[in-house]
T-cell receptor, first 114, second 115 residues
Framework: GEDVEQSLFLSVREGDSSVINCTYT??????LYWYKQEPGAGLQLLTY?????DMKQDQRLTVLLNKKDKHLSLRIADTQTGDSAIYFC??????????????FGRGTQLTVWP | NAGVTQTPKFQVLKTGQSMTLQCAQD?????MSWYRQDPGMGLRLIHY???????DQGEVPNGYNVSRSTTEDFPLRLLSAAPSQTSVYFC??????????????FGPGTRLTVT
């Protein structure tokens, strides 16, 4: 649970879809999270997915989980300039690890152009 | 609930000075942690605690001390500030046995500059 990888930057045009990708290393991870950090603010939970799910949809957000490839993605439909932020992928530690600890990727800076 | 609160929001220190960053949560969480965030480096875990009286080191503990005398508070002490400690510091908490929820809640951050 210690190597969560994300690309650092993504640019899209307003109205397009954004897809932010993440790979994680621990196949026993039960919860995977997406956090959003707006400029000058702390991180806020955007959505999460439990490992027995392949997909979760919440309004403009779609999370896809491919457990075989240990790949998680976040799709934002109809991306708006207000979606410009840093998005962090995180996984809960494996069974037996510190309860409450999450392992974060480095974050993907999403820039939305008008 | 106030959630996770941090003070101060901004701080400027001179090299060699010491100070304490405050963090408090009112969600009865067992786990609390401190991260620093630097451009391109993501979040790096400094110290964490799984309950009152129990603390442990994260990835980058050098130059920092913590203590957890109560469930609510988790202060971070800089012993002798160095320019390399210029960063944004976030406190986070999670997990209560009652809720069994692993989501981490973050404070608004402290922006520290060491000159």
């Amino acid at each position: 649970g210690e190597d969560v990888e994300q690309s650092l930057f993504l640019s899209v045009r307003e109205g397009d879809s954004s897809v932010i990708n993440c790979t994680y290393t621990d196949s026993s991870s039960t919860y995977l999270y997406w956090y959003k950090q707006e400029p000058g603010a702390g991180l806020q939970l955007l959505t999460y997915i439990f490992s027995n799910m392949d997909m979760k949809q919440d309004q403009r957000l779609t999370v896809l989980l491919n457990k075989k490839d240990k790949h998680l993605s976040l799709r934002i439909a109809d991306t708006q300039t207000g979606d410009s932020a840093i998005y962090f992928c995180a996984e809960k530690g494996p069974r037996g690890s510190t309860l409450g600890r999450l392992y974060f990727g480095r974050g993907t800076q999403l820039t939305v152009w008008p | 609930n106030a959630g996770v609160t941090q003070t101060p929001k901004f701080q400027v220190l001179k090299t060699g000075q010491s100070m304490t960053l405050q963090c408090a949560q009112d969600m009865n969480h067992e786990y609390m942690s401190w991260y620093r965030q630097d451009p391109g480096m993501g979040l790096r875990l400094i110290h964490y605690s799984v309950g009152a009286g129990i603390t442990d080191q994260g990835e980058v503990p050098n130059g920092y001390n913590v203590s957890r005398s109560t469930t609510e508070d988790f202060p971070l002490r800089l012993l002798s500030a160095a320019p390399s400690q210029t960063s944004v510091y976030f406190c986070a908490s999670s997990y209560s046995r009652k809720q069994r929820n692993y989501e981490q809640y973050f404070g608004p951050g402290t922006r520290l500059t060491v000159t």
